[in-house]
T-cell receptor
Framework: NAGVTQTPKFQVLKTGQSMTLQCAQDMNHEYMSWYRQDPGMGLRLIHYSVGAGITDQGEVPNGYNVSRSTTEDFPLRLLSAAPSQTSVYFC????????????FGSGTRLTVV | GENVEQHPSTLSVQEGDSAVIKCTYSDSASNYFPWYKQELGKGPQLIIDIRSNVGEKKDQRIAVTLNKTAKHFSLHITETQPEDSAVYFCAASKGNNNDMRFGAGTRLTVKP
């Protein structure tokens, strides 16, 4: 049982480039989300999805897009990378409904130069 | 919106001692309080959680206490071991996971 799989693990981008961070889960979880982790700031929600075809914004959505065409996959797109998007990105999934514990992926460390 | 504060930011203990990490939250409607452990280079892992209808929950060496009146909750680790060294995050949520807010984290070091 793989859980939540994120790729790539590391990425360096130049300012203005675009890229997609991949996330897949095999637990049939309805709820998926993307967080960014910055030193001293904990985890902040970027976008989330409560099921295939449904997405919504979190706390810090600017500069990011998401889509949810299947239950398993939830990619995060950076449209035009900026140095402020240098961070560690985590994908997480959980059952839908009342708040419950997340299963997190192992993260993608992104550096924008 | 919800605001979660976590203290201390760093904590160093001797192996075998106890460690306590404290969090406060601002929204009295919050009803779910998970704790996550993050080891170096890995994603956070849920280690224990508590809902607002109970005051304490234990799982072997780990316990969480909740004081709804004071709006704070704490993680207690007894008989600490070097493998407990990690960053610990608290969080609070009231409705769904999309309103979950995380504390800034506590780096725990257990010295052998």
């Amino acid at each position: 049982n793989a859980g939540v799989t994120q790729t790539p693990k590391f990425q360096v981008l130049k300012t203005g480039q675009s890229m997609t961070l991949q996330c897949a889960q095999d637990m049939n979880h309805e709820y998926m989300s993307w967080y960014r982790q910055d030193p001293g700031m904990g985890l902040r929600l970027i976008h989330y999805s409560v099921g295939a075809g449904i997405t919504d914004q979190g706390e810090v959505p600017n500069g990011y897009n998401v889509s949810r065409s299947t239950t398993e996959d939830f990619p995060l797109r950076l449209l035009s990378a900026a140095p402020s998007q240098t961070s560690v990105y985590f994908c997480a999934s959980s059952r839908q409904g009342a708040p419950s514990g997340y299963t997190f992926g192992s993260g993608t460390r992104l550096t924008v130069v | 919106g919800e605001n979660v504060e976590q203290h201390p930011s760093t904590l160093s203990v001797q192996e075998g001692d106890s460690a306590v990490i404290k969090c406060t939250y601002s929204d009295s409607a919050s009803n779910y309080f998970p704790w996550y452990k993050q080891e170096l280079g890995k994603g956070p892992q849920l280690i224990i959680d508590i809902r607002s209808n109970v005051g304490e929950k234990k799982d072997q060496r780990i316990a969480v206490t909740l004081n709804k009146t004071a709006k704070h909750f704490s993680l207690h680790i007894t008989e600490t071991q070097p493998e407990d060294s990690a960053v610990y995050f608290c969080a609070a949520s009231k409705g769904n996971n999309n309103d979950m807010r995380f504390g800034a984290g506590t780096r725990l070091t257990v010295k052998p």
